[in-house]
């Protein structure tokens, strides 16, 4: 659309000029010719002016816009800042027990807002899993596991376009009653990126249902 301005503003400043060209023609024609020089002379000067001021402003206006690009991708591209936060949970059970409800994808329909949930067919059992879930809304998401030691931990990874680079961890430690698990979130941001609220609270939020639903889940089972 700015191409198509350009080219309309041209053509009319073009036309504008050579009508004044033949109007100084006419003029100096009909024997004035020192009226029509000069109206020439005038246009002609104008015409000049208005070339020169015009490309060194389209040059700034290139500049200005290579520099905004610039810094951009500077941003986005530059030094990254790690984000680690993470929330626990201990239960009565033990690491084995917790595992066997929280690493296969289907519990994903138990323990979040998930309506489907399912190991992506094709993709091996462990390292280099891929996990799919389909909320409610209809919305899709796919994790891959990146990293695992059963019943111990496992890091899993995002892998969606949007995402940027973002790792969760699950690790079971045994206790003298159970064990307890912990989640945490490992998050690369741009140098300047800010949140909106403290990380650790909201990384309280997002999980706190997760850990209590394992709770409900297990105590659920049969002894």
């Known amino acids: 659309m700015v191409t198509i301005y350009k080219i309309l503003y041209n053509l009319l400043f073009v036309a504008g000029y050579l009508a004044t060209t033949v109007l100084a023609a006419v003029i100096g024609h009909f024997g004035r010719q ?67 409800v929280i690493r296969p994808a289907e519990s994903a329909v138990l323990l979040s807002d998930a309506k489907h949930a399912f190991t992506v067919p094709g993709t091996p059992s462990g390292i280099g899993e891929q996990q799919c879930f389909i909320s409610h809304d ?12 059963s019943p111990w931990w496992a890091t899993t990874r995002p892998i969606a376009n949007d995402e940027g680079n973002q790792r969760f961890t699950y690790r079971l430690e045994p206790t003298a009653t159970g064990c307890t698990l912990t989640m945490g979130a490992i998050l690369e941001l741009p140098a300047n990126a800010t949140f909106a609220a403290d990380p650790n609270v909201w990384w309280e ?19």
């Open 34 to 100: 020192d009226i029509g020089f000069g109206i020439f002379a005038a246009a002609t000067a104008l015409h000049l002016l208005l070339l020169i001021v015009g490309s060194v402003i389209t040059g700034r206006s290139r500049e200005a816009v290579l520099a905004a690009q610039e810094t951009s991708a500077i941003a986005v591209n530059g030094p990254v800042k790690i984000q680690s936060v993470r929330a626990s949970a201990s239960y009565q059970y033990d690491a084995r027990t917790v595992w066997s």
């Open 205 to 223: 939020n997002h999980s706190r249902s997760y850990l209590n639903r394992i709770q409900e889940v297990l105590s659920a089972r049969p002894n």
């Open 138 to 149: 209809g919305s899709v998401s796919i994790i891959e596991v990146i990293g695992e030691d």
